[in-house]
Each structure stands twice: as structure tokens, then as C-alpha cells.
């Protein structure tokens, strides 16, 4: 496999799994699951507020999915679910929670990061 057609593989396979995660999330997090009001309040968000993160996500996620074949779509909803990941890693810092609440957000946001590279140079 020449590395243009692996650059391509990786860009779907990393744009479609995160998307399905970010918009499973977002989902969750606009139906009102239980744990999601629970996150809401533990964070300090009325849960109006946490619907708006759950759209943005749900958005985002579909936006990394589109952007296999609009490459300028892929790196607008990367920039953007990024900053929603630093969001998330801040609201868990001070909620003081311990890393393993942390690691999470700080994880898929690089994994949000090379996917937009990736879509980039696919």
C-alpha cells in the first residue's frame, strides 16, 4: 500500500469512527440522558447550556463525516470539537476530577487533531 493510499484509509477510518462517537455524545447529551443531567450539574451548566455542547458536538461529528468529501468542512469541525475538548478538559479540572475523568478529552482531542491533518493530506 503506496502512503497516499494509507493517508486515505486512516482520514476515513479516523473521520467516520470519531464522528459516530462525537455524534452518539451529542445524542445523548440532547435526549437528556440521565448521566449526561448529572454531568451538566456536576459541571455548573444549567442543562440548557450542555444541550448547545451536545448540538455542537452532534454537529461537529458530523461535519469530520462530510468532510471526506469537502477536506475545508473536515478542518472547520476539527477546529471546533477541539475546542470543545479543551473546553471538556478544563471543565473536569475544575471539577477537580481525577485523571482518568481528564485523560479521555485530552486523547480524542488529538485524536480530533490528526484527523483533520489526515483529511488535509488525503
Known amino acids: 500500500m503506496n502512503g497516499r493510499v494509507l493517508v486515505s484509509v486512516l482520514a476515513i477510518v479516523f473521520a467516520v469512527l470519531l464522528g459516530v462517537s462525537f455524534a452518539g455524545g451529542g445524542a445523548a447529551k440532547l435526549a437528556g440522558a440521565a448521566v449526561m443531567r448529572a454531568d451538566a450539574e456536576r459541571f455548573g451548566f444549567s442543562?440548557?447550556?450542555?444541550q448547545v455542547v451536545g448540538a455542537s458536538e452532534l454537529c461537529g461529528g458530523a461535519g469530520l463525516v462530510a468532510g471526506l468529501w469537502f477536506s475545508s468542512l473536515a478542518v472547520a469541525a476539527a477546529t471546533g470539537l477541539v475546542a470543545?475538548?479543551?473546553g471538556a478538559v478544563a471543565c473536569h479540572l475544575r471539577a477537580k476530577d481525577p485523571v482518568a475523568k481528564v485523560l479521555p478529552a485530552v486523547v480524542v482531542g488529538l485524536l480530533v487533531v490528526v484527523s483533520?491533518?489526515?483529511?488535509?493530506?488525503?
Do not use: K, N, P, Q
Open 116 to 122: 483533520g491533518v489526515l483529511s488535509v493530506y488525503r
Open 47 to 50: 442543562y440548557r447550556a450542555f
Open 84 to 86: 470543545l475538548m479543551v
